[in-house]
C-alpha cells in the first residue's frame, strides 16, 4: 500500500488503520459474535480509544437516538464539528462531551455555559439553534457513514491515506522521490518526515486538550 502514490508502508499506522476497521463497525452497530465480544472487552481500552480519535477523521454519524454522536465533537450535523462551526460557544460550555441524546432529548438545546453571552456569543447561539431546529431523535440506534469512500464504507487504504496526506499533494515527498537517489534512502527519507507530521499533529492535539481542561477547570 502506498501513500499520495509512493510505495512504502507505515507499519504503526497501517495497524491503526486495521483495528479503525472494527471501530467502524462498532460504531454502525453491527451484530455479531465478534463484534459483541468487542463491545464487552475492548471497549474501555485506553489504546483502542486513541485509535478512535483518528478514525473519526472519517466518520459521520447517522444520528436517531443520538446516543453515540457526542453532540459537539462528532461530525452528525453539517460536514464538520460543532465545536468547529461555533468554537466561542464551545470554548464557554460546561457539556463539551456530552452526546447529541443529553443534549436534545428535552426536546431544546440543554446546554450550559461559564460566562454570560456577549455578541459574538449571542450571533452562535442563533445560528447553532437555527441548525437544530425541527431535528428529532427517535428509538433507533445510531448509525455511521464513512466519507472518504463513495460508497459511505470504511476501506483501510482510504483512512491510511488520510492520516498522511488529508487532501494534498505534499511536493516536498514528491521532489524526494523524484531525485536521483538510491531507492532505500528515497523510501527512508518520506517515512521520516510522514512520521514527523504525524507527530506534529499528534502534538498539537494533545495540546488542545490541555488547553480545553484548563479553561474547564478556570471556569470551575
Known sequence: MGA???DFTNAKTL????????????????ENICMNMLRKKYLGDKGLQAVK?????????????????????????GE??????FPILYDACLQQTWSAYQVLH????????????????????EQLLGMVEGFVLTHEADSVNWTLEKTGVFTTASLYRELFFPGVIN???????????????KRWAILCKAEEKLMVDEAVQRLKDQL????????D
Open 53 to 77: 480519535e483518528k478514525c473519526l477523521r472519517g466518520l459521520k454519524y447517522v444520528v436517531r437516538n443520538g446516543k453515540k454522536a457526542r453532540f459537539w465533537l462528532d461530525v452528525w450535523l
Open 4 to 6: 499520495g502514490g509512493l
Open 106 to 125: 428535552e426536546g431544546v438545546v440543554d446546554l450550559t455555559f461559564r460566562r454570560a453571552f456577549g455578541e459574538r456569543e449571542l450571533l452562535e447561539w
Open 171 to 185: 511536493r516536498e515527498l514528491m521532489d524526494v522521490w523524484g531525485a536521483s537517489l538510491p531507492l532505500k534512502i
Open 80 to 85: 464538520c464539528p460543532l465545536k468547529i462551526c
Open 15 to 30: 495497524n491503526e488503520c486495521l483495528l479503525s476497521k472494527w471501530i467502524f463497525k462498532l460504531e454502525r452497530g453491527d
Open 212 to 219: 480545553s481542561l484548563l479553561r474547564s477547570e478556570a471556569g
